[in-house]
């Protein structure tokens, strides 16, 4: 569980102490509009590659496999560039991380937010 990183719903509201959202999706959430969905930057690069996200498919059975493979993907030194990038961005800020899926035990931004605490 993610100490410094917190995660969120894109169809929750947002509040005051979510400080620094960013939107980690590479879609579009569905009936969300870009008015509607408050977030301080959208970093698509951070989500799984499409590859992995289509195999994934969010099936449970799939998890275990997708965390190590998603893990593996946000350790590549470009993608720890980019985690520390969002770091300094917060300024000091709470950092939420903002998603769509509607599982909220299975999720990359689960992973995500593991893996920048790492970085902390």
Not at 19 to 28: E, I, K, P, Q, S
Not at 37 to 43: C, F, G, I
Request: glycine residues 2%.
């Amino acid at each position: 569980m993610a100490k410094h990183v917190h995660i969120k719903r894109a169809y929750e509201a947002a509040a005051e102490k979510d400080g620094y959202r960013v939107f980690v999706d590479r879609l579009w959430p569905r009936g969300v509009s870009k008015q509607d969905l408050k977030y301080d930057v959208w970093n698509k690069d951070l989500a799984p590659s499409p590859e992995l996200r289509k195999w994934f498919c969010h099936k449970v059975e799939h998890w275990d496999q997708f965390r190590d493979s998603y893990q593996t993907e946000l350790r590549a030194p470009d993608q720890v560039a980019r985690m520390r990038e969002l770091i300094e961005a917060a300024d000091g800020k709470a950092i939420t991380l903002v998603y769509a899926a509607k599982d909220e035990r299975h999720n990359h931004a689960l992973i995500l937010a593991a893996e920048i605490d790492r970085l902390y």
